[in-house]
């Protein structure tokens, strides 16, 4: 049976060998406001990643990224976004969404051009 952990509200799996998004993190969808999933080796972001609703912190740096779900975009507490360090070529229009965004951080990228998205936020 999946574990389930009510009161978690901050999901660290830095630093290990998982190259997939683990689909058990929306066991804790409710709740959790932090995850670090950075240096991985994820190649991508499921767009389910919208079921975490209450997500204000999302540290995916030092992974294998070359693109992002829209879905990313419409996370309406999202603060700090950490992209550093994967393989992403542009960012979704979606991103012009993200309201409560206060960090961004996309440097060490592929990225050749900024699209609107960036300038609403």
Known sequence: SPITLPNLTSLSLYDNNLNVFPSSIFNFEDNLKIINISKTGLKTIPENIIQIRSL???YCYCNSLSHLPDSIGYLPNLK???L???NLESIPDSFQNLSSLRCLS???NKIKSLNNSI???
């Open 80 to 82: 700090v976004l950490s």
């Open 84 to 86: 550093s360090k994967n």
């Open 119 to 121: 300038v609403y936020l």
């Open 56 to 58: 204000e912190n999302f």
């Open 106 to 108: 996309i440097s060490q």
